[in-house]
């Protein structure tokens, strides 16, 4: 059966539950990526399968069980995850664009498309031509794909797509839209800083610096949301989750740390050291894409970049 253009439209108007669910669950594998991704390179095992996309000369999804061992196991199993999430990305894109009236939505899932391919590019030839620069490429960028899929997962949302009762722009929440573009900002590059010093053993004074003034600016976030609290609802659990993540992300840190640099004295064990270690750089994408919620959901509240109104759930196209 042939489908027309504006039979496409007429699917596209109704809102569908889909997309949202399978940028969710892509979102929730790209977290385990990531997850495996840290395992990978705190045991200092990149480098344990030296060819790709083959395994040892095997096609990357026939490689035996039985070798999976040790080092070949976390890269292996970094490898397999990456290939799951880039097809769980490509559904994502199929979906947004069979159901997504949207036309910018539609351009995201083109867009985490083009950059699940640049990842596994950047993490395949940091394999074959042994660059330790594209490792830190490959990582740092490993948190902007996350947080692009947060972003989709969140526009996509039926909390989004209802229309929203009133757009203002009063001087505090625009205020607040700043500070948190600010923190935002500051967090994808406490990532990257964070990437040097794991990759690199890089120093620590601009890591340390950059961390103090998001802790301020965590902190003032807080502050400037409460007095908003029956004004902007939607603001107020990412706000709580993000200061809660702050104080679990400096525990981590000084733990990190200390397994890191200090491991003669205090005797950690190598298990602990890794958990500490993975957990830091787990909590800081955690932190990115909460923060990221708070820069989107305001922008919403304000107008922003976000010109259309968004759908109900269950209604037809989209309201001006």
Known sequence: MVVTDSAREVVRGAWSPWPHRVALVTTTATFFLILAGGV?????????VPDWPTTFGHNMFLFPWSKMVGGILYEHAHRLIASL?????LTVAIFLWALEARPWVRGLGIAAVGAVVVQGVLGGLRVVLAQQGLAIVHG???HAFFALLAGLTLVTSPGWCAPVAERVASPALLRLRRLAVCITAGLYLQVLLGTLVTHLSARLDAHLVVGGLISVAVILLGFWILPGRAAWPELVRPAEILRVLWIVQLLLGLGAYLAKFQPVDIGLGAGLS????VSHRLAGGLML???LVIVLRIYRRTGGSDSEAGRRPGSRGVTA
Do not use: R
Not at 40 to 48: F, L, P, R
Not at 85 to 89: D, I, P, R, S, Y
Not at 274 to 277: A, G, H, I, K
């Open 40 to 48: 990978v390179t705190n045991t200092g095992t990149g480098m344990a």
């Open 85 to 89: 999430v880039g097809a769980l990305t």
């Open 274 to 277: 890794l958990v500490l270690s």
């Open 289 to 291: 894409i909460t923060s």
């Open 140 to 142: 740092g960028f490993a």
